[in-house]
Structure formats: C-alpha cells, structure tokens
C-alpha cells in the first residue's frame, strides 16, 4: 500500500462525509480525521509487528489494568443485566460467536521455487494453486461473548445483520445495544488477551472472505489485535452494508497507520460521549 494521502473533510457535512470515506478504502488515500493525531517520520505501520515494542507492552498493560477495573466496578450492574435478559426472553443470557481475531500472517512467495538450473523433481504430490501454505490466513478464530439481545432464534435462517428497528431484538436487548452494555462481557475477552481495548471490531468468518472481495485492503485491518471500540465505532457507528463496511476499512486503515497510546486515550473518551448519547446504535 502506497503512502496515504490525507482527504480534508472537516468543511462538509457529516452525510457527505461518510459518503465519500466509504470510497477510500482503496488504501491509497484515508479520511482526515481532525482529533486524531497524525504519526509523522518513521515506519508505516502495517500490523502489530511493526509497532514499537512498547507500544505493544504499554497496550497490553492499560488493557489489563482497565479491562479488569472495570469488570469489577460493573459487577452490580451486570448483576442486574443477567435476571432482566432471563425474565424477559428465552434462551442463553451470554451470546457466543466465532469471531476472527489478529492476523501476523501475510502471503509469501511458495519457497518450493526454484531456480531455472534447478533439478527438477519427477512428480509433485501437491496441486499448483492448492498450497495451504500459500493461502491468506483470515486470522486466528476466537469466542467473542456478549449478552444477548436478540430472540434464541434469530438466526435459523442464516447469518445475517442487524438492520435498524430489527424485530429480532427483545426489549432489553435494545436497551443493552444503545448503551453498549451488550459489549460488557468482552472486557473478558480483553484479559484473556483475545481482544483489546482499541483497536478494528472483529467480523464473523461468514462475513470476511465475502467483505475482502468487496473491498479492497480489508485483510489489512487483521493486522491489529481487534478491539472494544475504534475509530471507526466512534465516528462510522454499527455497520450492515457494503458502504458503511467500506467507511469502517477506511477508518481502520488510518487508525492502522497511527496507533499510539495518545490516540488510543483520545478514542476512548470520546467512546464514553458515544454511550452516553447513543450514537450509531441500531
């Protein structure tokens, strides 16, 4: 991916803003996000491997000491999530799904290669094109757990998303998704090192071999461990189409090339005016 060019967007609409993001996941160039700051000189981040090692440390610490502080300040609130979800639909009061975590794999040249003056071998048990070691690695799957928000049977015809108004979600459920409160149980997540404080949402494995054919560079956002919130999650809100899914790469991408603990702080701040107000919940 070449060196981004930073769009100003400060001057228009929020509309046409988004808009026009969902148009730079190309990777050549990514949204200007003005509160977010710009990482100058050194190298392009391009994954987990390439931040400094004590980014990675300082991450890793934060999300532990928060992730738990948390967990146990919000005890007596989950305790009263928990009997509400039960009482007023049926099935599990925690959701589990399979989740696509980090990604430190990238496609390498088949090293089985050789030279022109090479012996060549008499037979070859493998099929050109069907070498798993030559396949993109998705990334490593995990159990992400939520408390449910929708009927037991949401999903007996398929996967698919939530759409605004979705009659799928019980009572409490929207209640739990406009607060965020649904997410509470991934701080578990968090500690067990699975997922992270900021850092790109994790997708469905149904969903990401069809997204990463819609959209260029989303294999990309696998770089980095995925996250509670981001960027995207603070300026995009819930996605469930192919534009709002092109504007989340975009943001993802740019967070991708500017991961710091300052940024880190600020997305989380303004993470708390989110739940507070109930942006981008569906």
């Known amino acids: 991916m070449s060196t981004s060019t930073l769009i100003p967007l400060r001057e228009r609409s929020r509309e046409e803003r988004l808009d026009e993001i969902a148009e730079f996941a190309d990777g050549e160039r990514l949204p200007d996000v003005p509160w977010l700051t710009e990482l100058t000189g050194g190298e392009v981040h391009r994954g987990v491997q390439c931040l400094p090692a004590i980014t990675r440390v300082a991450k890793r610490i ?4 928060i992730a738990s502080t948390l967990l146990v300040l919000l005890i007596p609130c989950m305790l009263i999530i928990a009997p509400l979800i039960k009482l007023t639909s049926r099935g599990p009061i925690i959701f589990r799904q399979v989740r696509v975590g980090l990604n430190r794999r990238v496609v390498s040249a088949d090293r089985r290669q050789r030279s022109a003056g090479a ?3 008499t037979s070859e048990r493998r099929c050109e094109g069907n070498d798993r070691r030559t396949e993109f690695s998705y990334g490593r799957h995990f159990t992400l ?9 949401a ?4 996967a698919q998303f939530a759409v605004k108004n979705d009659n799928r979600v019980t009572l409490i459920g929207r209640f739990l998704r ?12 968090v ?5 992270t404080l900021v850092g790109p949402r994790p997708e469905r494995p149904e969903f990401v071999k069809e997204l990463s054919h819609e959209i260029p560079n989303y294999l990309q956002r696998l770089g980095l461990k995925p996250g509670l919130t981001g960027v995207a ?3 995009n809100g819930y996605d469930n189409d192919i534009e709002s899914f092109r504007r989340k790469v975009a943001f993802d991408l740019l967070y991708l090339r500017n991961c710091c603990l300052w940024n880190d702080l600020k997305i989380i701040l303004r993470t708390v005016g989110v739940v507070l107000t109930g942006k981008g919940a569906l």
């Not at 934060?62 to 000491?65: E, L, M, P, Q, R």
């Not at 999903?155 to 398929?158: I, L, Q, T, V």
């Not at 406009?178 to 997540?189: A, I, K, M, S, Y």
Request: aromatic share 10%.
């Open 119 to 121: 012996p060549q071998p």
């Open 233 to 235: 999650q603070v300026v």
């Open 191 to 195: 500690l067990k090192g699975e997922m």
């Open 178 to 189: 406009v607060t965020r409160f649904d997410e509470l149980p991934q701080l578990w997540n």
């Open 155 to 158: 999903e007996r015809n398929g």
């Open 62 to 65: 934060a999300d532990i000491v």
């Open 145 to 153: 757990y939520k408390f449910r928000t929708m009927r037991a049977d």
